[in-house]
């Protein structure tokens, strides 16, 4: 967990202060720590709790369906458990409430898609990850990111 705490601390210093190249360190910095929250995930426990397969289930569908439009009370019904329940485990288990995660997860995927296809317009990068218009994605990647997705592509 403290390792989760710190790569978040490092994002945010770097967002703050902007020193050279701070982009791609936030990039990786937040590459990290999506493979820190999968290996937590993976990690075999001596006597698996509820807890941690229920963890480990959730993680996997929001991993493979974030582009979807995903709501709390729909997981909730999905897994079974109550939405307070399982936001609750949720945030203990990694850190983050899972529309924070949900959000994470589709900016550093439209910063992937970005750089791999400059050409691809702005608009067609939101609707592609889920998000309803435009607006609503420059909101969420300016909030995650600090800067708008037209300045992360320059």
Known sequence: MSQVIALLEQVRQEMEEQPPLWPEIVRTRLKEFFILIRRTALR??????????LMKQLLAYLDQNFML?????????????????????????SGLGIKRYIMQRRIAEAQLIMEKHSNLKLTAVAEQLGFKNYAVFNRAFLKISHIPPSAFRH
């Open 44 to 53: 075999p426990v001596s006597a698996p709790s509820p807890v941690n397969l």
């Open 69 to 93: 439009p995903l709501s709390l009370p729909q997981l909730s019904r999905h897994f079974g458990f109550s939405t307070f329940y399982l936001s609750r485990c949720f945030s203990q288990f």
